[in-house]
């Protein structure tokens, strides 16, 4: 009888080609179905809350797996960080439902986005945040960050994706959206019921634009317009980015 596990997992993701698994390309999904393999004896798929980007770090990114092997979770936490490289921590894994699945069955995300505005950046730092050293307009970032909230059609914060054949809706809820500023550190915080594919980096790219007096409450609002045509952005850089958590009923 197969069991079913959660693990909760945080990665560097900057030597990694993102989450899922590409060939010839380094992926986190592939380094965990790896190691649960070779503990397995046997093939083991690992499916995740969602797909993280090249580059794109998570602190609680949340994933699952069947496995016959009936070593204890505790004892699987150790031996998978044994075997796995550095970059890739299990920090926590338990027993669940047998039909549980860590996309279909999540009800909020929570990303984070660190931006660096001073004028030398470390270079022990500079892997895990976006360097902006140009002025921004903190006060018309704080006001534009909030009208994100609720639910709206996030098509113009969407990059072109393969699922986009299905014809899957771009409507989205978003539960928060916050700026928070110390000193030169500015976090970006967002929570919501899914995102698009970029759409994070796309938001924090537009907020950016704000900041440096190029778009105002008004021009935001247009962009969940739908219909309207026009892509927000641009994109900002991956580094910044991190899967902060996911939460489930």
């Known amino acids: 009888m197969p069991r079913r596990i959660q693990l909760t997992v945080a990665y560097d993701g900057t030597g990694f080609h993102g989450w899922q698994v590409q060939p010839g390309q380094a992926t986190v999904q592939a380094e965990l179905e790896a190691v649960l393999g070779q503990l397995e004896g046997s093939p083991v798929h690992v499916a995740g809350s969602g797909r993280t980007d090249a580059g794109v770090h998570a602190l609680a990114q949340v994933a699952a797996c069947s496995l016959h092997n009936p070593i ?92 986009d054949e299905l014809g899957g809706s771009k409507v989205r809820t978003i539960f928060r959206s916050y700026i928070d500023a110390q000193g030169d550190h ?8 899914g995102f ?14 704000g900041g440096k007096g190029n778009l105002d409450a008004a021009g935001l609002k247009s962009f969940l317009e739908p219909g309207h045509g026009r892509k ?18």
């Open 196 to 209: 698009l594919k970029h759409m994070v980096r796309n938001i924090v790219g537009t907020l950016l634009e």
């Open 232 to 249: 927000a952005g641009p994109r900002a850089p991956a580094c910044g980015l991190y899967l902060v958590s996911v939460e489930y009923d």
């Open 72 to 163: 204890p979770v505790e004892n699987l936490v150790r031996a998978m960080n044994k075997l796995l490289p550095a970059a890739i921590r299990i920090t926590a894994a338990r027993d669940v439902a047998l039909h549980f699945h860590p996309r279909f069955q999540a009800k909020r995300k929570t990303y984070e986005y660190r931006i660096f505005r001073g004028a030398i950046c470390s270079p022990f730092e500079c892997r895990y945040l976006h360097h902006h050293p140009y002025p921004l307009d903190i006060a018309a970032i704080e006001v534009l960050a909030p009208l994100l909230e609720g639910t709206h059609d996030f098509s113009a914060f969407a990059t072109a994706d393969e699922k």
């Open 186 to 193: 500015l976090r970006y915080r967002v929570s919501g019921n």
